[in-house]
Structures are given as structure tokens and as C-alpha cells.
């Protein structure tokens, strides 16, 4: 009998996962969007830069999300590695983010703090979500190695005259 998962198994833990990813990003998606709206309505920041922070503030919190709860059971030995992609992936997230903020905002025209929302908060939230879920699944938490199975040892050779034919 194999021990292999079957597909069902396979798309049940795909849904845990992406509902746990899910949990996360909505704790960060808050993050963002608070830290976002605090940044331009209440410091009077430029939305690309309080969008950078904003997005700043929200990989710190996904990160510990993820690590711990999200991804706890993948592989752990190098976590420097980890990390260096994490924050890699999740910069390229915000150039997507803030970048579908600033075609809108400076591109199109469109400066109102609901355009400028929307232009980052759902568009390019939602895509660059998107990008972070596949590279973090793909390359950044990765499963950790199966343990090698090692082969019997071989029969000890024993001593002694040989048999005769």
C-alpha cells in the first residue's frame, strides 16, 4: 500500500492552507490599510511613500503570521535563507501594490483618497496577494526534505572455507 496522499488529501490541505494565508493577509490587509489611510490622511504623507510603509508595516506582521502559524510545519533549518526571500517576494508584492497606486494616482489622474484605495488596497493588494502566495508556497516555506530511507545492511560475509560444487 502507497502512503502517497490521494488528490482529494492533497486539495484538502491546499484549502487549509490557502485559508490560512488568507487569515493572515486579512490581519495585514488591516495593517496596510490603516497604517495606509494614517499615513495620507492624518500625517499628509505622498501616497506612494505611505504606501511604502503601509506595505512595510504588513510584510512584518505576515511574515511572523506565516512563519508560525500559516507554514509552522515546513522546513526550518535555514532560516536566513528564508527570510532574505521573504522580504525579496514581498518587495516585489509592493512594486506591484504601489505601483498599480501610482499609475492611478499620477498616470490617470485619479487623487481622491477612495481612488487611491482602491487603486491600492484592492487592485494591487489583490494581485500582488496573488504573486506572494505562489512564491512563498514555492520557494520561500518549502517542505521540508522527506528523511532518507537507508537500505538494509547487506549480509555479513562470513569467514571460512567456501563450498565445494
Not at 5 to 25: H, M, N, Q, Y
Not at 118 to 124: D, P
Request: charged letters at 15%; proline letters at 7%; glycine letters at 10%.
Amino acid at each position: 500500500m502507497t502512503d502517497s496522499p490521494t488528490f482529494r488529501d492533497r486539495l484538502r490541505g491546499l484549502a487549509d492552507e490557502v485559508a490560512k494565508f488568507g487569515a493572515v493577509g486579512a490581519f495585514g490587509f488591516l495593517v496596510n490599510v490603516v497604517v495606509f489611510n494614517l499615513c495620507t490622511q492624518g500625517a499628509g504623507l505622498a501616497p506612494v511613500r505611505s504606501g511604502v510603509i503601509a506595505t512595510t508595516a504588513a510584510i512584518c506582521t505576515n511574515y511572523f503570521g506565516n512563519r508560525h502559524w500559516t507554514y509552522r510545519d515546513r522546513d526550518k533549518s535555514r532560516r536566513s535563507r528564508e527570510a532574505s526571500l521573504f522580504l525579496l517576494f514581498s518587495c516585489v508584492g509592493m512594486i506591484i501594490e504601489n505601483g498599480l497606486l501610482a499609475l492611478s494616482h499620477y498616470g490617470l489622474g485619479f487623487t481622491s483618497p477612495l481612488a487611491d484605495n482602491l487603486a491600492k488596497n484592492v487592485l494591487g493588494l489583490g494581485i500582488g496577494s496573488l504573486f506572494r502566495f505562489w512564491s512563498y508556497r514555492t520557494w520561500v516555506f518549502r517542505t521540508a526534505p522527506a528523511p532518507e530511507t537507508s537500505a538494509p545492511p547487506p549480509e555479513p560475509v562470513r569467514a571460512g572455507p567456501s563450498p565445494t560444487p
